[in-house]
């Protein structure tokens, strides 16, 4: 850490010049070594200093948000249109079996109207 701090500021040990106040980036190289050595480096958060850094992950995980979001939405709209599709069909097949129903009924009872009417005379009362 000291060797690189000396070679970033030119200064041995790492003080600054206004009364042993260490500069900001000195912050930044102990983060730099904490994070070479460790995986996930809370040494800095622990004592209370805040590095941040905007990174293109971040920005590229938003990106990727932003799209997966854009196709989850057409995927639920795809689907929206393919339900109400389908109900339609429900629907008409619904009314369609009504229809058959109806009919059906109605054959019945022609049929057992002719049927009493052929018995009616065959058998006569």
């Known amino acids: 850490m000291e060797n690189k701090l000396s070679a970033?500021?030119?200064i041995e040990g790492g003080e600054g010049i206004e009364g042993g106040e260490q500069p900001k980036f000195v912050n930044e190289v102990v983060h730099g070594v904490l994070s070479e050595k460790t995986k996930k480096n809370k040494f800095?958060?622990?004592v209370g200093i805040q590095i941040v850094r905007p990174t293109s992950n971040e920005q590229n995980t938003?990106?990727?948000l932003a799209v997966e979001n854009a196709e989850f939405r057409a995927i639920v709209n795809?689907?929206?249109a393919q339900m109400e599709d389908l109900s339609k069909e429900v629907q008409e097949t619904k009314a369609s079996r009504r229809r058959d129903r109806d009919e059906m009924k109605k054959m019945k009872d022609e049929m057992n109207a002719k049927?009493?009417?052929v018995l009616s005379q065959v058998w006569p009362s």
Do not use: H, I, S, V
Request: charged letters at 20%.
């Open 115 to 117: 049927l009493e009417l």
């Open 8 to 10: 970033q500021t030119g």
């Open 62 to 64: 938003q990106a990727d």
């Open 78 to 80: 795809t689907q929206r």
């Open 44 to 46: 800095l958060q622990n």
